[in-house]
């Protein structure tokens, strides 16, 4: 069963490359306290309010990152889980 990952609409790119890595990868639009992890632009520190609510899942912001070290910093929060 592949992990489910929320992430933000605007970062298009990350989300074909975590596709092509085998994650199922969800709009944050949908239930956020479905995911195992989520990965916010940065744009907006508090996303929805996902980091005062989400406290177990992993947060990744991916300002200022490629899609690989999302994918690498991805790896790294689920595996600690």
Request: glycine fraction near 8%; charged fraction near 30%; proline fraction near 2%.
């Amino acid at each position: 069963m592949s992990q489910k990952i929320g992430v933000e609409d605007t970062l298009g790119q990350v989300k074909q490359y975590l596709t092509e890595k085998g994650y199922e990868v969800k709009s944050l639009r949908d239930n956020p306290k479905s995911y195992d992890a989520i990965v916010v632009s940065g744009q907006d520190e508090d996303f929805m309010g996902i980091q005062d609510t989400m406290t177990k899942v992993p947060v990744i912001d991916a300002r200022g990152l490629t899609s690989e070290q999302v994918y690498d910093r991805l790896k790294i929060s689920l595996d600690k889980k």
